[in-house]
């Protein structure tokens, strides 16, 4: 006896099987929806859709912190029971119901239009800073087209007699980022005001997504034929590069190198399904969307198998190259140490050079310190530490914008390895935009909210404009506390209410009855067991847990944020200050209002049925 | 024969008065310091007198270039403290007056004016040749007058808006072309329909004008 809610009306609402088959052959020349020009389109562009920035510069550093191999065990144990069938959910619903996010949910039932509303505002809020982000990315490239990399010298202060304080203290590196790049305020409170290159790269940014996005799936179907595929070029230039660097084997031991004794750790789990949940992009609305213009007989099964395990395959293989890499940088930041160790021992006890090898080091230190010990005190030598080193893995922006860029100025020709390095990171980002913007337009298409008459260009055109507007948020001096304002409230606990509320809404509400008999009716044959227990209790019981875990977590941990202040006292680390009273209210909005519009668009529904 | 004794005393004394004049942590004196394996490597040729002798030789030259007027010999150099690190150090003397040295700031205003010709000299560069107080001058900044990433903004910016623009009129030339076929389609459909339907029976499928009844219109 399977559990049904009722849903009356539903046969209404939605078209039969017949209908659909005469509607396939109707819609042989153009019909009212766009279709999809060949299979490929659409696997490129779901493919470029799920693998993102997340898949470059979060799994490396989970993986690495996580026991290194080990963590593989709990990563793909989650991307089988939750994001394969999650992947697999969104897919057939789409393609049977043959509409977007909004349309699907509103026929199931009308008083879970809420969902696509909820899916309409994370799409719009993470589209608005992701873009910001891409902004950053063509502001490195553009400035990787020089001889000497911007970032690889701290630049002379204003009278030339010494370089600029502020770089010295921390590093060219840093400096580049925080000082000229982002120009960052050292509080969230102060804005600074626009930043007029990051506006030059942020209009930039947008008119390259319009331009792939102007005509819908017809111009974004042929733009990720270049943007899906050149990263997996560029990953592998950069694999073969690095491993002809030293020490790049040393990185991609310490990366997968298995502790399983972090299996016992709840945060490993949890940490492993936020990954697989956040890197599929499940609840945005845009797989929904992209399969909708499927014919209805297309094996969305086998396409949901097909790009989990590329999705999978491509964290593992981004995470390798990143940290060769990552191992070189490693390396030669331990040899630089010791190299500076060793000269300051040299000149100190005017002992020939050679004496003092990497090799003797630590035998000549003790015997020194034997005979010597205050003149050995009075040196202040670092200790050098290669794991140390490796372990500064950093994820998000600090890893693309920072370290990685170190790596890059050590390499031989570094413009090149920098030009191919953004170009990847650009198209990576670009290709998960297409998604998060269709995951906006349709449901403002849904919703009326541009006459029907107005031709796509326009009203893409107007949505790129008003979200680049708003997005000069994000090009202040503060923008970047706002940015990850944004990254941890805005698409983080909202996302999790939709999945839940997509698994019970389909499985529950729309039946999971009907929902085997129209997957048989589409591919051929009804989805097996693993299927039906995945959908039925695994993965929603799965998704409850990560949503309970995260929330305490979020509500539980003080609102601290770090920032870059050339005052502080332990300058260059960064600061951690609470964020002021203010942002609550901001916070709330963000996470707020997608979460509570599932629920408030159902009562409103239902106060409209009842009066 | 005092004279003599005085001159030979003379002799043994000068380098005595030499090793006074020149010592560790010297008034007038600088420390310098060579790494030449660092610098080249496997290249590195080895540091014996008469490398020692070379370097006088090159210090003479900068004080010669610095003051150009003293004749400065590699006599005036003083050289002193050697390790085998390789370091030693260096006092200059004038060169009408031995036991005069020449004051520190003088002697880093002749090496700094110099330091470049020095450098080459041994193949060595700011950081392998060091002179232990005399900074290197750092290199002033090449400042293009358009930073080079406004070009590349400004290549890809054209670009897109170039493109954005020939999306944008061919889908208007498109969907003005579809208007215009549109109302000609218009016509020729009423005349298919009208010839279709004959005897009562809708005929699917293009009609062949090949079999058309022209009769009808050509009555004798």
Known sequence: MRLQLPNPGLEDRILSHEELDKLETEEAGSG????????????????????????????????????????????????????????HLEFAIGQRLRKGSLGVWSTIHPYLAGVGIASMFVSLMISLYYNTIMAWVMWYLFNSFQETLPWSQCPLNYNLTGLVSECEQSSPVDYFWYRETLNSTPDIGENGGLQWWM????????????????????????????????????????????????????????????????????????????????????????????????SVHNNCEQDAVIISAVNGFTSVYAATVIYTIIGFRATERFDNCLGGNILVLLNTFDLPEGNVTESNYDQVLQSLNGTHPEVIQGLNLKTCDLNTFLSEGVEGTGLAFIVFTEAITKMPASPVWSVLFFIMLFCLGLSSMFGNIEGVLVPLQDLGVFPKSWPKESTTGITCVLCCIVGLIFVQGSGNYWLSLFDSYGGSIPLLIIAFCEMVGVVYLYGIDRFNDDIEFMIGHKPNLFWQITWRFVSPAIMLVIFVFYFITKVTETLLYKTWNPESENFPTLEEKPYPAWIYVIIFILAGIPSLAVPGTALFRLCCDLI | MLVWILFLLCQVGAPALAQDLCQRDAPNG????????????????????????????????????????????????????????VSFWFVVTSPDNTTMLIPKADVEKAVRMSRHRINNA?????????????????????????????????????????GIIALLVSSLLQKRRKEKGMTEDGQDEEDM??????????????????????DRFTKL
């Open chain 1, 199 to 294: 506006v030059l790269c942020l209009v930039s940014a947008w008119a390259v997504l319009y331009i792939c996005i102007i005509r819908g799936i017809e111009t974004t179907g042929k733009a990720v034929y270049v943007t899906s595929t050149l990263p997996y070029v560029v990953l592998s230039i950069f694999l073969i590069r690095g491993l002809t660097l030293k020490g790049s084997l040393s990185g991609v031991v310490f990366l997968f190198t298995p502790n399983l004794t972090e299996l016992t750790n709840p945060t490993t789990w949890l940490d492993a399904g936020a990954q697989v949940f956040y890197s599929f992009s499940i609840a945005f609305g845009g797989l929904i969307s992209f399969s909708s213009y499927n």
């Open chain 2, 30 to 85: 600088y420390k310098v310091r060579i790494s030449l394996k660092t610098a080249l490597g496997e290249d590195a040729y080895e540091w014996n007198q008469s490398e020692m002798f070379f370097f006088q030789a090159t210090m003479a030259f900068a004080m010669r270039r610095h003051f150009q007027m003293e004749t400065y010999n590699v006599d005036n150099i003083i050289l002193c403290v050697q390790t085998s690190r």
């Open chain 1, 32 to 87: 009212d929806r766009p279709k999809w020009d060949n299979k490929t389109q659409y696997m490129l562009t779901c493919v470029g859709f799920c693998v993102g920035l997340g898949n470059v510069w979060r799994f490396p550093y989970l993986c690495q912190s996580h026991g290194g191999g080990a963590f593989m065990i709990p990563f793909l144990i989650l991307l089988v029971l939750e994001g394969v069938p999650l992947l």
């Open chain 2, 122 to 162: 041994f193949l060595l560069s700011d950081r392998t040749l060091e002179f232990l107080g005399i900074y290197p001058t750092l290199a002033a900044p090449v400042n293009p007058d358009t930073p080079p990433w406004l070009i590349v903004f400004g290549v890809v910016i054209g670009a897109v808006c170039a």
């Open chain 2, 193 to 214: 329909q009208v010839k279709g339907v004959e005897n009562g029976i809708n005929l699917d499928g293009t009609y062949n004008r090949g079999f058309t009844d022209d």
